[in-house]
């Protein structure tokens, strides 16, 4: 086994991904069981959840099925006590859970507003937190990365995006604090942020022509991110390669940050 191998292996590893078997959530915990972890996937629909394991296991994999509400942070601590009690540890979370309520700015909805913010901020504070107490009562440290956004730092004319804008900036500043008092604890906590990627949730904005290329022709690359381009990102940020990289934000965008 190469030196490049070694650090990218996650043998022993245990891995929580909530969101695990979405179109980002399962090419990542795809990757994650290829690379030798034990994976747990997690999400709103415990049917979708035991069937991806079944498929993760089927290669090969050591997975384990849950759901959970976002919503409620008593369900989230639920949900990693019982993943981090079957596997007897965890060492690495990946957050994969996000939505979008698009509203006209002048027209926003505090409902809606609230629901977003809710799923996408809150909801990834107190998964990261019931996370990182276990990592913290292990003593062995761990890795935490989050799905962000190119919304992170680039508004998006023409579309009403207030609120998924707000969320997406406020997880790569609450990641950097959680990565600035988790640091004692070994813990890296970190954010990739993608442009658009090829997913069910996008599919009906990039089957509008006129957009896709015009968002294209604003990436430097030439094309929009793929879930796999998300997870090779990930599988380098829960790896021994990252150990000094945290509270980073990971621009994965062909470009786009660099030239807008």
Request: aromatic content about 6%.
């Amino acid at each position: 086994m190469g030196l490049s191998e070694q650090l990218l292996r996650l043998d022993g590893k245990v891995a929580l991904v909530t969101g695990g078997f979405g179109g980002i959530g399962a090419a990542v915990s795809r990757g994650l069981g290829a690379m030798g972890a034990k994976v747990a996937v997690t999400g709103n629909d415990a049917e979708l959840a035991a069937a991806f394991a079944e498929e993760l296991k089927s290669q090969g994999c050591d997975a384990y099925a849950t759901a959970f509400d976002v919503i409620s942070v008593h369900d989230t601590e639920r949900m990693v006590d019982e993943v981090a009690n079957h596997f007897g540890r965890l060492d690495l979370f990946v957050n994969c859970v996000g939505l979008n309520r698009e509203e006209k700015a002048e027209e926003v909805t505090e409902e809606q507003f609230d629901t977003v913010l809710d799923v996408n901020l809150k909801g990834a504070m107190f998964q990261a937190q019931a996370a990182a107490r276990h990592m913290i009562r292990q003593g062995t440290g761990g890795k935490q990365v989050h799905i962000g956004s190119v919304r992170t730092l680039l508004a998006l004319r023409g579309r009403g995006y207030a609120a998924y804008c707000a969320s997406k900036g406020g997880l790569a500043t609450l990641c950097k604090q959680l990565a600035a008092e988790w640091a004692p604890h070994k813990i890296n906590v970190n954010v990739v942020a993608p442009t658009f990627v090829r997913t069910s949730l996008v599919a009906d904005m990039l089957s509008d022509a006129n957009f896709y290329n015009n968002l294209v022709a604003r990436i430097p690359l030439g094309r929009i991110a793929e879930p796999e381009d998300v997870r090779n990102a990930v599988l380098f940020l829960v790896s021994q390669a990252s150990d000094f990289i945290t509270g980073q934000t990971i621009y994965l965008d062909g470009g786009i940050t660099a030239t807008q």
